[in-house]
């Protein structure tokens, strides 16, 4: 069972304006999470963490939210890019430390 | 350039012949990892490796074998490949799934 979910399988922003991708997961014990970015035909590329000691981690246009209790975290994109148009995937790691849960992504779309 | 490479890149093959993906890491990295990405499941680890001599079970091992005798090796074995094993697969590698894991550019497979 899928522990870490993803459950909008795409989005669609105006340039400019603010994309938000969210994710939930289900094992509490995780406490610490990654974002990463894959645009077609290239590997995926890490593009933010978190830790659960924090509850928000900024870099540049890209912050992530992280709400323990509810067990979501949200990706925000301010202002939105057409460069930023790629796959976004949330991740985790086990409770061992050593397997990686993803989340089956979300497909950014920032039209102009 | 600290990068992750994958051979070969595309490959076209029949059920039943035994292949090999190499995977190779200039960084150093401990840790090592096998992912397909197929759609709508997103990207799912097939086998890790903590260090030299040390791998265990992602979550869709069946089918699979892999070998880490240098550290910067870690070949994907399909010892019989059957068509449901066709898929996009990455390699990555990191100081540890709490680290940025660098993805190899992918190596799409069919089975036929």
């Known amino acids: 069972d899928q522990q870490v979910k993803q459950n909008s399988p795409s989005l669609s922003v105006q340039e400019g304006r603010i994309s938000i991708l969210n994710c939930d997961y289900t094992?509490?014990?995780?406490?610490?999470f990654l974002w990463y970015k894959k645009y077609p035909a290239e590997g995926p590329t890490f593009l933010i963490s978190?830790?659960?000691?924090?509850d928000k981690n900024e870099d540049g246009r890209f912050t992530v939210f992280l709400n323990k209790s509810a067990k979501h975290l949200s990706l925000h994109i301010v202002p939105s890019q057409p460069g930023d148009s790629a796959v976004y995937f949330c991740?985790?790691?086990?409770?061992?430390?050593?397997?990686?849960?993803f989340g089956k992504g979300t497909s950014l779309l920032v039209t102009p | 350039e600290a990068q992750v490479t994958q051979n070969p890149r595309y490959l076209i093959t029949v059920t039943g012949k035994k292949l090999t993906v190499t995977c190779s890491q200039n960084m150093n990295h401990e840790y090592m990892s096998w992912y397909r990405q197929d759609p709508g499941l997103g990207l799912r680890q097939i086998y890790y490796?903590?260090?030299?001599?040390?791998?265990d079970k992602g979550d869709v091992p069946e089918g699979y074998k892999v070998s880490r005798k240098e550290k910067r090796n870690f070949p994907l074995i399909l010892e019989s490949p059957s068509p449901n094993q066709t898929s996009l697969y990455f390699c990555a590698s990191s100081s540890g799934t709490y680290n940025e894991q660098f993805f190899g550019p992918g190596t799409r497979l069919t089975v036929l």
């Open positions: 490796s903590m260090n030299v001599e040390v791998t």
């Open positions: 978190i830790s659960s000691i924090k």
């Open positions: 094992n509490s014990m995780f406490d610490y």
């Open positions: 991740a985790a790691p086990s409770n061992s430390g050593y397997a990686l849960n």
